[in-house]
């Protein structure tokens, strides 16, 4: 049963978690220090403890219970890198409560979120000792960098001895004007091309004794930008094509130019395949008849979780504590949901405000974070209690 010496219970519980874990300098890869704090946090409420690293990254698989079903909470402690640090107000390793709002590197993107779910865990078992199921932890600092070794590894081992996760809640920072307006419910997918077209160098003033590849290119450029690639659906907008990156040139304004980059990026709905798409790129440049080198990176498929046990819970959930209930959204960039998702796991992101995540200065609503932990704890009480 609740208790008022259980410090689990204390209002600035999380705030307290929040602050220990941004004072861990956990750019990514580096951990840092943080698995280890979360670590013993759990290994304290009976959850086996396995450190699946790969590489220079630090990955954790806490798991409390062997039976299905199991509901994970998934998320990072890697951050990103601080930029100038004259330009913050507050040393952004130092965790500072200034105008009811806290400031550090990680505050928003995700340590609040880790905090929270720890927290959470540790009320729901000291109200329910024995609930159903398992409940899970998968934490790595890759999701920040290239999301090579984290969770994307963690995965597959857990696919290789056939264990799988029901529901998953990734921390990530969902909201946008206030705390639990909005809930990710799936992501668009990213898929990564670099095309290298082929020329022939030469004098620009003999341009019939040379083969031009950035007059080649134009032509298809503009076919590629401006085909329409699906429609969307009622989840997801339509995919898109951006340019990144565009190079030429040897350094000489006399010369054509051998070759030209083209990096690009397509946001893509679940109305399309990443599949599809490169079939439909290539056959337009073999429309317009280049010669190219053209290799491509999967950053993840698009995903969507539809109304069902995890997102009746989270609405729940954010009624009970909010007032309110969140809409459903496929916005913004890509997570570490993309790696789970595939499994058969239905899989939400909720999370604090995201107005500074990646910024100078980045900081949270000190006041959101007990609410955040109440929701997380009863998310639990829903799917894990009869």
């Given at each position: 049963?609740?208790?008022?010496?259980?410090?689990?219970?204390?209002?600035?519980?999380?705030?307290?978690?929040?602050?220990?874990?941004?004072?861990?300098?956990?750019?990514?890869?580096?951990?840092?220090?943080?698995?280890?704090?979360?670590?013993?946090?759990?290994?304290?409420?009976?959850?086996?403890?396995?450190?699946?690293?790969?590489g220079e990254v630090k990955n954790l698989w806490a798991r409390r219970g062997t039976e299905a079903p199991v509901f994970c909470f998934a998320g990072h402690t890697d951050v990103v890198p601080v930029g100038n640090r004259t330009d913050w107000c507050f040393d952004p390793f130092t965790p500072t409560e200034h105008n009811g709002q806290l400031y550090g590197r990680g505050a928003a993107d995700m340590k609040s979120g880790l905090a929270a779910m720890v927290v959470a865990c540790e009320r729901f078992l000291n109200r329910h000792s024995n609930p159903l199921g398992s409940i899970a932890f998968l934490l790595t600092s890759d999701e920040e960098g290239p999301s090579i070794h984290g969770t994307r590894e963690v995965i597959a081992a857990l696919e290789a001895r056939h264990e799988k996760i029901t529901w998953c809640l990734v921390g990530e920072p969902s909201s946008t004007d206030r705390l639990g307006d909005i809930i990710k419910n799936g992501r668009r997918g990213s898929l990564n091309g670099i095309l290298t077209v082929k020329g022939k160098q030469g004098h620009v003033a003999y341009p019939h004794l040379a083969d031009n590849p950035i007059h080649r290119i134009a032509p298809a450029l503009v076919a590629l930008t401006t085909e329409v690639w699906d429609k969307g659906n009622e989840f997801f907008p339509a995919t898109s094509l951006q340019i990144s990156?565009?190079?030429?040139?040897?350094?000489?304004?006399?010369?054509?130019?051998?070759?030209?980059?083209?990096?690009?990026?397509?946001?893509?709905?679940?109305?399309?395949?990443?599949?599809?798409?490169?079939?439909?790129?290539?056959?337009?440049?073999?429309?317009?008849?280049?010669?190219?080198?053209?290799?491509?990176?999967?950053?993840?498929?698009?995903?969507?979780?539809?109304?069902?046990?995890?997102?009746?819970?989270?609405?729940?959930?954010l009624q009970a504590v909010t007032g309110t209930q969140a809409m459903l959204s496929t916005s913004g960039g890509t997570s570490d949901g993309r790696f789970i998702a595939p499994t058969g796991a239905q899989v939400l992101e909720l999370g604090v405000k995201n107005a500074t995540i990646h910024q100078v200065n980045e900081h949270i609503d000190i006041a959101d974070l007990e609410p955040l932990t109440q929701i997380y704890t009863k998310i639990l009480e829903q799917l894990l209690t009869v």
């Open positions: 049963m609740q208790t008022d010496t259980n410090p689990a219970f204390e209002p600035t519980a999380t705030l307290t978690l929040t602050k220990d874990l941004i004072r861990c300098a956990s750019v990514t890869p580096d951990d840092a220090g943080c698995l280890t704090i979360i670590g013993k946090r759990l290994e304290a409420l009976g959850f086996t403890l396995e450190y699946l690293n790969f990156s565009i190079k030429a040139g040897t350094g000489a304004n006399n010369v054509i130019p051998p070759e030209i980059e083209v990096i690009f990026n397509f946001r893509f709905s679940t109305a399309v395949t990443a599949d599809q798409l490169k079939q439909r790129v290539q056959a337009l440049l073999d429309l317009h008849q280049l010669t190219y080198d053209l290799s491509w990176n999967l950053s993840g498929e698009a995903f969507l979780t539809p109304a069902g046990a995890l997102v009746d819970a989270a609405q729940h959930a």
